[in-house]
């Protein structure tokens, strides 16, 4: 169930950046008020409120007529899901490769971009991208 409401969070807010609305309601969890606060520190949201029990307002943010983020796709699906180990990221060097995107991924000390999580050692389940 929760994975189901990452998808519809992340086609929420990719359909909205490409209408370029300001704002749109999203379902409410737990799960997604994370993923919200997470994007909302990395600076890809202007905001969001918690308007009731199932639903929370995102406002979304432009400069210059552009999204902040042009790009937002799902890694992991429910049914296959993908997990990194620490070890597979140091050798791969993959937090080096494309510097203007995030990977987020799921770890055991929270929601981590994939440099956060390499420079605290710990390796998790991948969720999304963003750039």
Sequence with gaps: MVFHLLSDLLAR???ASNLKLKEINVLNSKHCLNILLFLYELGFLAGFKVLNIKLIKVFLRYSFNLSSFRYIRLLSKPTKPLYLKVNFLKNKNLYKLNYNSFIILSTNKGLLTL????FLNCGGKLLFEIF
């Excluded at 440099?115 to 390499?118: G, I, L, R, V």
């Design 13 to 15: 807010l990719r359909n």
């Design 115 to 118: 440099e956060m999580a390499c």
